[in-house]
């Protein structure tokens, strides 16, 4: 008994100081690494593209030759009734018949699998373009989510400043009401502004609450504590500093169009091998079979076997109009596939557009919300001075708190909505990788 109370207190002593420790934070990159290995929708894009490799291997099974055998034993009651003139006799023969054999068919001429081979390189080719979005998309879902929490947190630190600050206008319009310096507009005006931020921290919360479990939802895990955008990280302006050449490469480069122009020639491919169906077809066939029975009236046994090696031809004449049908209808999902390649580039040439203009116009963003948001402080210094001095009133003070939780909720919005602009960017013309993760994770740093 002693020794298991001693043990006990020993592990409690143990998870009291494990508990104390503080919580490793994640970084964007661990995030990221996390979500690769838990997120659903990547499970299934990775599911769907080996299922998508298998269509070269099953093509490629119509070129090589293909073996089967055969084998039965039967069991046979035969009963032979004669009638000679006025004469009848009947005989009965019981006996087991075996018999087996293996048959061999290599394709010589099927124009229909020779094309279908080539189409499933073209359609492999569309399973890994789908599988490279994929992982960009991850990215892009990742850092989006990463960054609405920060966000959130900031939010939320905002609100709680502005109700702090709210709090101590109100308790000092009430102290100056009961002295008799100030009127009690000014206290219900503080009150009403302090059960406003009430409900905005409450918001707040929630909205945090939610982003958190977004986050989780990628990673399989409460994220703990997150990595924080370093005050004066820097972001770097697109390269090449030019849209056009972007656009130019999204509409070739993307992920989304390699994926789609696959599709659009797997598609013509279908029409070529519709159309086989007029064409003959020569194979290459040989067969072995080996029998046994009786003799002729039960008398004796019988081995046979057949040897056959040669070349067959076959030659479709009439199919009651289905080829035809087929291939029309092939033309027409050949027509929809480059449809869609069309849409598939004009898409990512506007998401690089979109994408690019968010680079540049969140970097001037940034710089302009920075800008502001000295010029709020000092706005809110000046106005403080003034209250103190008689020249202003609380309202103006208040006012001037407020601009500055405002401006500074936009500067951080404005930076993560750019950082995530820099990655769909890079996103559009396919070439997002981690190790464009990794470097914007280096704008970041321990909270």
Known sequence: MTTDF??????????AMFSALPAVAADLLQVYRDALVFDAQYAAARASAAAGREKQPQALAGLLPTIGATGNSFWNDTRYDVRIE????????????NSYGVNLTQPLFRWQNFVQYDQSKLLVMQTEANLAQA????IVRVAQAYFDVLFAIENLRAVQANKTAIAQQLAQAKKNFEVGISTVTDTYESQSRFDLATAQEIAAENDLEVKRYALRVLIGKDPGELYRLKPKAVMEPPQPANMEQWVTAAEQDSFVVQAQQAATEAASKAIEINKAGHYPTVDLVANYAQTNGPGQFGVGSIDNTTRQVGVQLNIPIFQGGSVNSKTRE???RRDTEQAALDNARRSSALNARQSY???VNGLSGVRALEAALVSSLSSL???RLGYEVGVRINIDVLNAENQVYVTRRDLARTRFDTLLAQLKLKATVGSLSEADLERINALFEAP
Not at 135 to 138: C, E, N, R, S
């Open 135 to 138: 992982g960009q998309d991850l």
């Open 330 to 332: 092939a033309i027409a």
């Open 6 to 15: 001693g043990v006990g207190k020993l592990a409690l002593v143990l998870a």
């Open 381 to 383: 210094e000046s106005n």
């Open 86 to 97: 006025s004469q009848d006799a009947s005989y009965s023969n019981k006996y087991n018949s």
């Open 357 to 359: 203009l968010g680079v």
